[in-house]
């Protein structure tokens, strides 16, 4: 059974540098989601996609941040200009267009120091 | 969107013992209310979920029940096991529609 796929698992990074992030849904799955989720807190909605269309940013996503699925399969997220705030652990997730379920990924642990 | 939450942050149990996991949502028009664990470390993992015509749902030790009068939902996990010590959460999930998690309940499972 092939889940979602995200790498990389971990990252550390130095505040200021830029990193990227992929994300592979389940294949069969139109819809794509991004979430970021920090210590004792749920997971805080990003951004989606339904297929390779960005349906809904939240405000949570500063212009630093921008996400893109080109092709409708895979999808990244770029951080620019890393803050220390943005030491998080960023989740993906994917369902099929009408499903009311997701399946999220293991998620990219990111340590901005 | 609407907010769902949970009414413990923290949940301790003796192994063997039946857990209840509470949460409170708002959005009456919800067509599902859907159950993850997230072990620490990992992504959330879906456990069971209920469509909102339902009050009752059950799964291999677990139970979900739905209380739309108060707007309540709960889990029940029977004969709790180390193995479920994670945080959970509950969320709606409406057809095509973004999924709201609250804060979670972390479960722990003393031995």
């Known amino acids: 059974d092939t889940g979602v796929s995200q790498d990389p698992r971990h990252k550390i990074t130095k505040r200021g540098q830029n990193v990227t992030f992929r994300c592979d849904p389940i294949?069969?799955?139109?819809?794509l989601y991004w979430y970021r989720q920090t210590l004792g807190q749920g997971p805080e909605f990003l951004t989606y996609f339904q297929n390779e269309a960005q349906l809904e940013k939240s405000r949570l996503l500063s212009d630093r941040f921008s996400a893109e699925r080109p092709k409708g399969s895979f999808s990244t997220l770029e951080i620019q200009r890393t803050e220390q705030g943005d030491s998080a652990m960023y989740l993906c997730a994917s369902s099929q267009m009408m499903g009311h379920r997701a399946f999220f990924g293991q998620g990219t642990r990111l340590t901005v120091v | 969107g609407e907010s769902v939450g949970l009414h413990l942050p923290t949940l301790s149990v003796q192994e063997g013992d039946n857990s209840i996991i509470n949460c409170a949502y708002s959005n009456s028009a919800s067509d599902y209310f859907i159950w993850y664990k997230q072990e620490s470390g990992k992504g959330p993992q879906f456990i069971i979920d209920i469509r909102s015509n339902m009050d009752k749902r059950q799964g291999q030790r677990v139970t979900v029940l739905l209380n739309k009068t108060v707007k309540h939902l709960s889990l029940q996990i029977a004969a709790t096991q180390p193995g479920d010590s994670a945080v959970y959460f509950c969320?709606?999930?409406?057809?095509?529609?973004?999924?709201?998690f609250g804060p979670g309940t972390r479960l722990s499972v003393l031995p």
């Open positions: 294949s069969e799955h139109n819809r």
């Open positions: 969320t709606e999930g409406n057809y095509g529609q973004n999924f709201v």
